[in-house]
C-alpha cells in the first residue's frame, strides 16, 4: 500500500494499518478491549506519537485510539475528505453597514491541517463567507490580518499597533471593528483597547471561540455573526468583549471591556462580567440592552487614540508565607509598578513589609487588588490595611487585578508623578472602578444546592 495513504502514521500505528489492510480517510469499524468504535480514520500530524490511530466518530468529534488495546479492524468505505474552506466572493449590499475584522490569531473561523495538527485561520472576506454564509445579511465585511500569535503572546506591543489600526479605520469612516483574538488574554486586550481608544463613535468588538470550528459544538460561527451584528447595528459605542451567553446557542453577551474577565478553561460561556451586569445580549438579529448607560454611537469619525505602555509594571499574587524577596525581585529589575492581589479586603503578611518600604523608597508604585475579584479593597477596617496604606499601597476599589495592571502600564507610560499616576489610577475612565456593585452583580452558581438545582431544571437544554 502506498505511504500516501497513511499520512502521518508511524511506528506501531502504522503496522496495525497495515496489517487490517485500513487508510487514512477510511471508513472503519475498529473493535477494541474498551469497545468498538466506528468512523473515519483521520491523518496525524507529523510530530505526533506512534501509539494511537485518530478517528472522527459520527458524532463529529475526534478520539485517539491506543494500538494496544486494538483487536481487529475492518474498512468498511472509503471516501477522501477536503477540509479546504470554500472560498466565494464576498456580497456588498447598500443598506448595510461597513464592518472591519482585524485579526490576531485567534481562530475564530479556521480549518484542521491534518498534516501538521494546526488550525489554519479562514481569514479573507471570500473564506469566511464560504464559512459563515450569514455574514452577508448582516454586514460588509473588509478584513486585516494585524498579526498571527496566539493570545498568550499578544502584549503591549500588540496593544498599541490595534489601537493604533482602529483610530486609521474609525477616521476613514467604518461603521463598527471586530477584533478576532484568542480567549486565554482576551479580557486584557479589552482593557488595554479601553484605555488607548477613547470616545468612540462606533463599537469596537473582541471575539473569539472557545472550541475549534472543525468540532460540532464549535461556538464560532455564532460568535462571529453576533459579534458582527454588535459592531454594525449596536448603538453602544464602546470596547466590547462578545461571546456565548449561556452554554446553549441562545444568544451571545457585550461584556464591557474592563469588567469582564475569562472564568473557565473550557465552557463556552467562559466570560462573564465581574460585579456588575453585562451590556446587552446579542443574537443574528437584535441587541437587548440590560444596562441602560453606556456610550452612543455618533455618525462623526472623531476618536481619541491614546498608545501609551510602560513595559516595567508588575502583578504580584500573594501567597501564605510571602517573603520580600518576591516584592525585591521587581525593585532590584527596574520595576516601576506592581499591582499586588491581595487577601480579603486587601491584606499581604508582615513578611512582604521590608520590601514595601523599600519599594516606597525608590518611588516604585503599589496598588492593591483583591483575589476575590467581587467586592472592594477595604484597607481601612483592619490593623493590616492601614499598615500597608502607611507603607505607600493605594487601594484600587473595586477594578480588576488584570485591568489593574493593564491600566498602571498605561498610566505610567505618560507620567511618573505619584500624585498624577494616583489621580489617574482612581478616575475611572469606563467602570473600571465603580460607586457600587449592583444586587445581581455577584452570582455564584452551586451544584446540589435545591434552589440551583430547580432553576437548572428549567433551562438546561
Not at 122 to 146: H, Q, R
Not at 185 to 206: E, G
Not at 315 to 324: C, I, K, R, V
Request: glycine share 10%; with cysteine; charged share 25%.
Amino acid at each position: 500500500m502506498n505511504s500516501d495513504i497513511f499520512q502521518g502514521y508511524k511506528g506501531k500505528a502504522l503496522e496495525i494499518l497495515k496489517k487490517y489492510n485500513t487508510r487514512v480517510w477510511g471508513q472503519a469499524e475498529i473493535e477494541t478491549s474498551r469497545g468498538t468504535f466506528k468512523g473515519t480514520i483521520l491523518p496525524r500530524a507529523e510530530n505526533d506519537d506512534d501509539k494511537h490511530i485518530v478517528v472522527k466518530i459520527i458524532t463529529g468529534y475526534n478520539i485517539g485510539i491506543d494500538v494496544d488495546t486494538i483487536k481487529k479492524m475492518k474498512e468498511t468505505g472509503y471516501k477522501k475528505a477536503k477540509y479546504a474552506i470554500p472560498e466565494q466572493e464576498f456580497p456588498t449590499t447598500p443598506n448595510l453597514p461597513n464592518v472591519k475584522l482585524f485579526g490576531t490569531g485567534g481562530t475564530i473561523a479556521s480549518r484542521l491541517d491534518y498534516r501538521t495538527g494546526a488550525v489554519i485561520p479562514a481569514f479573507s472576506p471570500g473564506e469566511l463567507y464560504g464559512a459563515v454564509p450569514e455574514l452577508a445579511d448582516i454586514c460588509n465585511l473588509t478584513t486585516e490580518k494585524v498579526f498571527a500569535v496566539f493570545s498568550e503572546n499578544m502584549g503591549p506591543d500588540q496593544y498599541i499597533a490595534l489601537a493604533k489600526a482602529i483610530g486609521k479605520e474609525i477616521e476613514n469612516g467604518i461603521d463598527g471593528i471586530v477584533i478576532g483574538h484568542g480567549t486565554d488574554t482576551l479580557h486584557h486586550t479589552a482593557a488595554a483597547l479601553t484605555f488607548m481608544v477613547q470616545n468612540s463613535p462606533v463599537p469596537i468588538v473582541l471575539v473569539g471561540s472557545q472550541r475549534s470550528s472543525d468540532r460540532p459544538s464549535s461556538d464560532a460561527a455564532l460568535n462571529l455573526m453576533h459579534s458582527m451584528f454588535a459592531a454594525g447595528h449596536s448603538d453602544i459605542a464602546e470596547v466590547m468583549v462578545c461571546m456565548f451567553g449561556p452554554t446553549s446557542d441562545d444568544y451571545g453577551l457585550l461584556h464591557k471591556g474592563t469588567r469582564v474577565r475569562k472564568m473557565h478553561s473550557s465552557y463556552r460561556s467562559t466570560f462573564r462580567t465581574i460585579g456588575d451586569s453585562p451590556l446587552a445580549r446579542v443574537n443574528r438579529k437584535q441587541i437587548i440592552p440590560i444596562k441602560q448607560n453606556y456610550n452612543h454611537r455618533r455618525k462623526d469619525n472623531k476618536v481619541d487614540i491614546l498608545p501609551y505602555f510602560n513595559k516595567k509594571v508588575g502583578m504580584l499574587y500573594f501567597w501564605p508565607g510571602m517573603s520580600s524577596d518576591a516584592l525585591d525581585s521587581f525593585i532590584d529589575n527596574g520595576y516601576e509598578g506592581v499591582i499586588i492581589v491581595g487577601t480579603g479586603l486587601g491584606h499581604v503578611n508582615k513578611g512582604l513589609y521590608p520590601a514595601l518600604e523599600r519599594a516606597k523608597e525608590k518611588g516604585i508604585h503599589i496598588y492593591m487588588t483583591l483575589q476575590t475579584l467581587w467586592g472592594y479593597v477595604h484597607m481601612f477596617v483592619y490593623d493590616t490595611g492601614r499598615d500597608l496604606m502607611a507603607k505607600g499601597v493605594i487601594p484600587l476599589g473595586n477594578m480588576l487585578p488584570e485591568v489593574a495592571w493593564v491600566k498602571l502600564s498605561w498610566v505610567l507610560g505618560q507620567t511618573k508623578d505619584p500624585k498624577k499616576v494616583k489621580e489617574m489610577m482612581l478616575t475611572p475612565i469606563n467602570d473600571e472602578i465603580t460607586e457600587r456593585e449592583p444586587y445581581n452583580g455577584y452570582l455564584v452558581y452551586q451544584g446540589g444546592v435545591p434552589e440551583v438545582e430547580e432553576f437548572i431544571k428549567k433551562v438546561r437544554k
